[in-house]
């Protein structure tokens, strides 16, 4: 099996309208005081368990490199969690000059500590290595390094990050963006993108989300339905909360503004969650992590498919840090591409990937299959009455996703 065929092979459910819900039901817990704070609106903290896992782990000794408009290292919940990192616009500035607030979003979305009310991340022990890039607006300003985005994905893998978070996309592949993203998976990373918001404008697949090597991830909101703009299809690997999450309204970092994060904030809630199972299991490989965040997310339909819309699943950590589910599998092959990570295809006793189906339906009435998204651990709360994070229900029906060629203009900005 090639590189290249591993994701494709996969077999894909596609969704039309996938329900779910990331309920978590606490007794005695409250909201901050104050309604109006920030803090108070990072409704998926709860959902997904973190004051439990923060317990256990926030995610200390794991560094993250966020590829983005660039990271401040001076707002109050960053604060001493941003290292030196690699400006790689050839531009004015260096990689702590946010020149949107984007990336700085980002970076506290994973790492922010919440101090000053400003937003917490979901593993506040992090440290954030920042890679500034180019997006289509200060491309159109300044004059730019055309090779930023490979430049800062090489860079990324030559430093001491264990995942890379890149939260921005373009329409189109490029060949020394694709070896980069080689080279990083070579170098032992983990790499997650966002796959993009355009579900409703073309549904066009995202790079770097749809490289064979990148944990694409798509946008949900509060009760668990995929966001109707994150795009779907084959690059959908894994799914984290994008709606409703508070941003940095603008480059000057003065308040935070509400609206959905998307598959940005997804893809940054997706890093954390990751860090924090690193962190737990410093021995692992990229590997392993991704195999134990596959498994633990919330689905019913069998392990190893794929929903175009949810991927695996809904993303939830706390399965594996609070109760230890999850098989890490061989630590050499990618659960991506089911090949070894150096290249090399796996060992002819793996069990081979389903193939893609265009009619999932029995009956070939593919469009009216009824798919039910539930709970994906039998234990739907632990002996002690601790809910599990992420409890998905609802109906969805499968739809056939025929592969489309568009003519588009080459455009790069936040995922």
């Not at 090949?339 to 265009?358: L, N, V, Y």
């Not at 002996?383 to 060629?405: F, H, K, N, Q, T």
């Amino acid at each position: 099996m090639t590189a290249g065929m591993g994701r494709s092979q996969k077999r894909v459910l596609g969704a039309l309208a996938m329900a779910a819900s990331w309920s978590v039901v606490l007794a005695g817990a409250a909201q901050p005081a104050a309604a109006a704070d920030v803090q108070s609106k990072q409704w998926y903290l709860k959902a997904l368990q973190a004051e439990e896992m923060w317990k256990v782990t926030t995610g200390q000794g794991i560094k993250v490199a966020v590829i983005d408009t660039g990271v401040s290292a001076d707002t109050p919940s960053l604060k001493g969690q941003v290292l030196k990192g690699l400006d790689a616009t050839g531009a004015v500035g260096d990689e702590h000059d946010d020149y949107t607030g984007h990336g700085t979003t980002m970076a506290e979305l994973i790492a922010g500590t919440g101090a000053g009310g400003g937003l917490r991340g979901l593993a506040p022990g992090v440290k954030i290595i920042p890679m500034r890039i180019t997006d289509t607006e200060f491309q159109n300003k300044h004059s730019v390094n055309a090779n930023d985005t490979e430049d800062a994905i090489r860079a990324a893998a030559d430093s001491d990050a264990k995942i890379i978070s890149m939260s921005f996309s373009s329409d189109f592949s490029d060949a020394k963006e694709r070896g980069a993203v080689k080279y990083a998976q070579s170098k032992g990373k983990l790499f997650f993108a966002g796959v993009g918001n355009n579900a409703n404008e073309g549904n066009r697949e995202q790079y770097p989300a749809a490289y064979p090597q990148v944990v694409g991830v798509s946008s949900a909101d509060r009760s668990g339905k995929v966001s109707d703009y994150s795009t779907n299809g084959n690059n959908v690997d894994i799914a984290a909360p994008g709606n409703d999450i508070p941003r940095w309204c603008n480059k000057t970092l003065q308040s935070y503004c509400d609206g959905d994060g998307g598959t940005s904030a997804a893809t940054a809630i997706a890093s954390a969650s990751a860090a924090l199972v690193w962190s737990a299991h410093p021995d692992w490989t990229a590997n392993q992590v991704l195999n134990v965040l596959f498994d633990t997310a919330s689905r019913t339909w069998k392990k190893g498919d794929r929903s175009a819309y949810l991927g695996h699943g809904l993303i939830r950590p706390a399965m594996n840090i609070l109760k230890g589910k999850g098989d890490p599998g061989d630590p050499d092959i990618s659960p991506l591409t089911e090949e070894r990570t150096g290249g090399s295809p796996a060992s002819p006793t793996s069990t081979p990937s389903a193939p893609a189906s265009q009619q999932p339906a029995e009956n070939g009435e593919a469009d009216k299959v009824g798919e039910t998204v539930a709970a994906g651990d039998s234990e739907a709360a632990s002996d002690d009455g601790v809910p599990l994070s992420l409890i998905v229900g609802g109906i969805a029906g499968v739809a056939v996703l025929g592969a489309v060629v568009f003519a588009v203009v080459r455009r790069r900005g936040a995922a």
